[in-house]
């Protein structure tokens, strides 16, 4: 199993900055693809950007060139920074991995979920 834990959400003013972390822990041999995903309240879940063991990024467009992803995979961490932040980004911030588990094989996973408010 893999558990995931984010943190590092909260409130901030618009154009504000906020870091996310993403913490995996359990019995990994290694992590493909970290993704982060939000939802805002009435809304679908969507994939804000994404990174994969090679280190290949993808952003939605609406975060592009605001927000960057990157990952320790010594410590099976991985981060979202996030800048010039905007009211619309307002959401709940999900962690999500597909990991190789020691005698599972691959295993997706899903954190909790962090909540970021931006005020305007």
């Known amino acids: 199993q893999v558990q995931l834990v984010e943190s590092g959400g909260g409130l901030v003013q618009t154009g504000g900055s906020l870091r996310l972390s993403c913490a995996a822990s359990?019995?990994?041999?290694?992590?493909?693809?970290w993704n982060w995903y939000r939802q805002a309240p009435g809304k679908q879940r969507e994939l804000v950007a994404g990174?994969?063991?090679?280190?290949?990024?993808n952003y939605a467009d609406s975060v592009k060139g605001r927000f960057t992803i990157s990952r320790d995979n010594a410590k099976n961490m991985m981060y979202l920074q996030m800048n010039s932040l905007k009211p619309e980004d307002t959401a709940v911030y999900f962690c999500?991995?597909?990991?190789?588990?020691?005698?599972?094989?691959?295993?997706?996973?899903w954190g909790q979920g962090t909540q970021v408010t931006v005020s305007s």
């Open positions: 999500y991995a597909v990991a190789q588990i020691v005698s599972i094989g691959l295993k997706a996973s």
């Open positions: 990174i994969t063991s090679g280190g290949g990024r």
């Open positions: 359990g019995s990994i041999l290694r992590i493909s693809v």
